[in-house]
């Protein structure tokens, strides 16, 4: 496989030193910009075929299938993992009980089975895509402003087409949308616009990161553990004490386990929000949201 865009020497000319040396190796082109001639136009430049990004992973393997050599083909019940999950449709995932599916399905900007179509249903094709997206991020963001600054718009549009790929590979069509923009300004060479565009891309990255780890804990994202009404009740009992109390310590121990668990959307972003008041010993801000907390239970 031969990524079309890359930085310092493109897909196209690194084609074209591989046939200098060998013409008949296969060559597939990765691309996150496959338009109407462009297969065409890569095959002329030597390579084989033509593989859209973000990769489904049917169509991968219909690829490989096409181009490895028959003898090289072995077909095995579970290819990629011990005992992956493959299934037919998201319902009957919810009814297998995937616990990386149940956690980022409360995620509002995720369209789980969208990015489960992707992933050939495979949860665990699924859960590495979420935890590089999550990991990349920050990263990205950064990169993507420093281009800008620098009005270095070919290395720009190179990690927009990153973004956009790893956005669209769990679902998150909105924000792959606002990379396209980018990339389409990009590619017309308006700066103009991408400046104009990116605070509010940037902005959704980070909100979507912040969803994430309301679910999700640990740098490589592991889902939260399910929380009862149990839990919840005995938290909030202790916080109502640390609160009267005035204990700081408390509070924020408290807290910071409840933040282990997964109550929900709403609690969490009320957990979240506890948190951030805690650090600025805001405690009237406190006593209100755990106000919204007893209210949502």
């Not at 019940?77 to 149940?102: A, C, V, W, Y």
């Not at 990263?139 to 402003?145: E, G």
């Not at 017309?188 to 902005?203: L, N, R, T, W, Y």
Request: some cysteine; aromatic content about 6%.
């Amino acid at each position: 496989f031969m990524d079309h865009m890359m930085p310092e020497m493109d897909g196209i000319e690194a084609t074209a030193r591989i046939r200098e040396i060998n013409s008949a190796v296969p060559i597939i082109a990765l691309t996150a910009n496959a338009m109407i001639g462009s297969k065409e136009m890569l095959v002329k430049a030597g390579m084989n075929d033509l593989l859209a990004k973000p990769i489904v992973i049917d169509e991968m393997y219909s690829v490989l299938r096409k181009w490895l050599p028959a003898k090289k083909i072995i077909s095995k019940q579970n290819p990629t993992s011990e005992n992956p999950i493959i299934i037919d449709d998201l319902l009957s995932f919810m009814e297998k009980g995937g616990r990386i599916i149940t956690a980022a399905m409360n995620i509002p900007e995720l369209d789980v089975n969208a990015g489960l179509s992707a992933a050939a249903f495979r949860e665990d094709v699924y859960e590495s895509s979420l935890k590089l997206l999550f990991s990349k991020i920050p990263k990205i963001t950064d990169t993507l402003k420093i281009c800008l600054d620098e009005n270095n718009i070919p290395e720009f549009i190179l990690h927009v087409q990153e973004m956009k790929s790893s956005l669209s590979a769990v679902g998150a069509s909105s924000l792959s949308n606002q990379a396209a923009a980018l990339e389409g300004a990009g590619s017309e060479g308006d700066s103009e616009s991408c400046k104009k565009m990116f605070p509010e891309f940037a902005a959704s990255l980070k909100m979507l990161k912040e969803q994430i780890a309301l679910f999700f804990t640990g740098d490589a994202p592991v889902p939260k553990k399910t929380g009862t009404q149990a839990i919840l009740n005995k938290n909030i009992a202790v916080l109502t004490e640390a609160l009267e109390n005035y204990n700081y310590d408390l509070l924020i121990e408290t807290i910071t386990s409840m933040a282990e668990f997964n109550f929900g959307f709403e609690i969490n972003s009320d957990i979240l929000k506890i948190k951030i008041l805690a650090d600025n010993f805001d405690y009237d801000g406190i006593i209100e949201a755990l106000g919204e907390i007893r209210d949502l239970r």
